[in-house]
């Protein structure tokens, strides 16, 4: 298999990543909306399978979570604790989505892939295959992406040919960062004449 991984450490794009994956965890990231961590999760689904044994549930069909300003959609979204109590979660979507707002902005994160996995011993998400995350006008592209809260890490793989999608035609890692101090576009403004010419 010719998958050339090119690995982006920019700080930067990390904060996009890191932002946005911050919102999967159920965790206390200040990035995220606040109000949300003590919202109640609101779950619905096709069916569920509750296996106590296992410490599993697993929801499938149309899922839908929602807690505070969070949604997950998903074809399938499986939830485990582990026995130290720790949450562990897969989605799986043609695509699962997020989205959630951030905290004091009127702006949010959202993001995309096949499959998304949350570790909550280690806080580490990652997205897989046609993977996307974007928070405000900032986006990244990869087949592979990864953010390790813990270690302040963020991985992000291209695919190569074989990963080709819209936002990334060559399969290659994209990124599309806008500048810090870019204006809003002015609304209603009037346009101003020109000076006359003095006499």
Do not use: C
């Not at 794009?13 to 949300?36: P, R, T």
């Not at 897969?90 to 959202?110: A, D, I, V």
């Amino acid at each position: 298999m010719n998958k050339q991984p090119f690995t982006i450490k920019l700080n930067l794009i990390m904060s996009v990543i890191s932002l946005s994956l911050s919102s999967l965890s159920f965790s206390n990231h200040a990035l995220a909306e606040a109000a949300d961590r003590d919202k109640p999760i609101d779950l619905e689904a096709d069916s569920v399978k509750v296996d106590d044994a296992k410490q599993t549930s697993t929801y499938t069909g149309n899922v839908i979570l929602t807690q505070g300003t969070l949604i997950i959609h998903a074809d399938k979204l499986i939830v485990r604790e582990d026995k130290a109590g720790f949450q562990h979660s897969t989605s799986l979507g043609n695509p699962t989505t997020f989205k959630q707002k951030r905290e004091g902005k009127n702006e949010y994160m959202e993001g995309s892939a096949q499959r998304i996995e949350y570790d909550g011993r280690m806080d580490k998400v990652q997205l897989y295959t046609k993977a996307w995350v974007k928070r405000g006008q900032d986006i990244v592209h990869g087949d592979y992406i990864m953010y390790d809260a813990n270690a302040e890490y963020a991985e992000v793989i291209g695919g190569g040919s074989s990963a080709t999608t819209p936002g990334t035609p060559s399969g290659r890692v994209r990124a599309i960062i806008q500048p810090k101090n870019k204006k809003a576009p002015a609304t209603n403004a009037t346009p101003t004449q020109p000076a006359e010419p003095a006499r």
